[in-house]
Each structure stands twice: as structure tokens, then as C-alpha cells.
């Protein structure tokens, strides 16, 4: 049984290349505990001469998906990031991918290119979460033709998540993240405000860029919260131990899941005071469910017994840091 394909589902994020030795094991949930979901990357993770060698071990690792049923709360969503949509086309034809993958990463997603992408996944289960890396996202018009575009041919839900490929677009300016700062500080502050503001109304969920200084969790734990705030459903990662910050983040305190909870109810007074709050169930339904949403996957901050959490998985020994990991987001 494959655990449910919802975008709060996907949590932190783990990027590491197909050819990664543990890939298997970490898609099995042996290693990373608590990981969410995953991305076997075939793409910027690999040289051009590394290629036949990830193909035989994306097959071998489908082998191994498939050899064993995996429990759909302590196993990742495993999903593949090819080199381009011609790859994907390719891989999205292997009954073993469609079977064993949850879906594509698809990279560098350009205004013009959705239908071809969700041409590479009919007929198939996969779904698709596009990555906006591309100079094109760093303009409004851009993204408001991306948008139409995504509403027009993935408006059916097998989009699952837009992927907010944060480095590739500083590449884009010449710039690099800086240690200590947000994402939110700099110049693609704007760009995440227009990518939230034309995506989430369409019915797009987000997730949040990669913050790649590995020993400084103290700014990834500013920058998630953040993330949070702007209603983005996740965060890449590119090792484990970032996975929790990301997770005790998405939790919900008590008194948010009881607000939401009061909104939604039927009957519930068109305005009425809770938490020293006023709640509008007209204004803040979205939200409540939102709120819901995120207990359902992540749970609460305190044990509250109006929400079921998950129960949290047995202690395993953490995953080495991975090599070269070029396909950050």
C-alpha cells in the first residue's frame, strides 16, 4: 500500500543522485528516518558519462521497490528526476517505473513546455511536480503565462507540487546564498511573493528551496518557519539531518488546529472570537483547512487528543552525507 500522494505528504524533501550507494535503502526507509519523500536524480546530480550507469541502477532500485511491500507511513514517496523530458518520456513507458515511482521531477520547466511534460505521463499514475529554475520565473508576465498554461493542461491534479528551484535562480543573477541570510531577504523575495501570489490561487502548492549551509541550522530553522508562513507544503533538503527542523515546522500548535476546527464546523457563528483571535469562517476557511491539512501529515506540536499523529518511527542509523549533490533546488 502506497501512502496517500498529497502535497503535505511530501515534508522535507532528500535530493541525492540515482547512483547513490544507499539510494535503496533510503527509498526503503532503512536510512533517514523520518523522511518523507525522496528525489533519485538523474539529472544535474550526474555527469553526461555517469548517465548509463544511474539508467541500470534506477532499474535495479525499482527491482528493489518492487520486491518488497512497503509501509505506506515509514517509507518515503520516491519519485525520479530525469535528465529532460525526452528521458521522462522514456522512463514513463517502463511498466517497473510507473509501478515502483510515485512520479517526475521535472526540471527547468519554461512557459510553452507543460503540455509536452504531461504528455510524458499518460496513461500512468505518475505525478508531476515542475521546477521553476529557469530566467523565465524571474519575470511576472512569465509566470503568469506558466500559470495559465499548468491550469490549462495540469489543471486535473497530476501536478502534485511546483518546485521553487531557489539556487538555480540566483545562478540566473550571478549570485549565491549567503550564510545567515533568508531566501526571503534578498532579491528573489519578490519572485517567491509572485509565484505565491499567481500559483496558490490556481490551486498550485509550493515548496521551498534548498538551504544548502549544512552548519547553520539555526538559519534553516528562521527560513522554515518562514516557508511556513508563506504556505509553502515543503522544503528540499540535501542531508538528513535537516529533515526535522523542516518537520517540527510544518507541526500545528493546539490552539491553530482548534481554531480551524471551530471554522469549519457546521453552524459555526459568522464571526466569532477564539484565542484572542477573530475568526471570519467566510475568510479563513482556506486556512483552517490548510491547518487541517498540516496535522493530518505532520502532526502537533504538544500530544492533543483531537488530532491523530503518526506514530514516530524506531530509531535507524542516519545516512552518510552523500557526494557531490549538484541537483539542489
Known sequence: MRRDVHPYALGATLYMPVTHPNALDVALGRRAPGLRSLVLCLEDALSESDVPEGLLRLRAIAAGLLAVERDPVRTPL???????RDMAAELGQLPEVAAAFDGFVCPKVRP??????????AGTPLRLMPTLET????????VRELRDELVCEAGDGRVLALRVGGNDLL?????????GSLLYD??????????????????FRLTAPVYEILDDPATLAREVAQDVAWGFVG???????????IHAALRVTGSDIDAAQRILAPGAAAVFKHDGAMCEPATHRAWATSILERARYHGLVEPDSRAAQDAPAEPRPAMPVAPALAATV
Do not use: Y
Open 235 to 245: 522544503k528540499t533538503v540535501i542531508h538528513p539531518s535537516q529533515i526535522e527542523t
Open 186 to 203: 534578498g532579491p528573489l523575495g519578490g519572485v517567491v511573493a509572485t509565484l505565491v501570489n499567481l500559483m496558490v490561487p490556481a490551486g
Open 78 to 84: 520516491v519519485f525520479l528526476r530525469p535528465r529532460n
Open 112 to 121: 510553452g513546455r507543460v503540455a509536452a511534460w504531461t504528455s510524458t505521463v
Open 171 to 179: 545562478a540566473c543573477i550571478g549570485l549565491r546564498r549567503r550564510r
Open 135 to 142: 530566467a523565465e520565473i524571474l519575470d511576472p508576465f512569465a
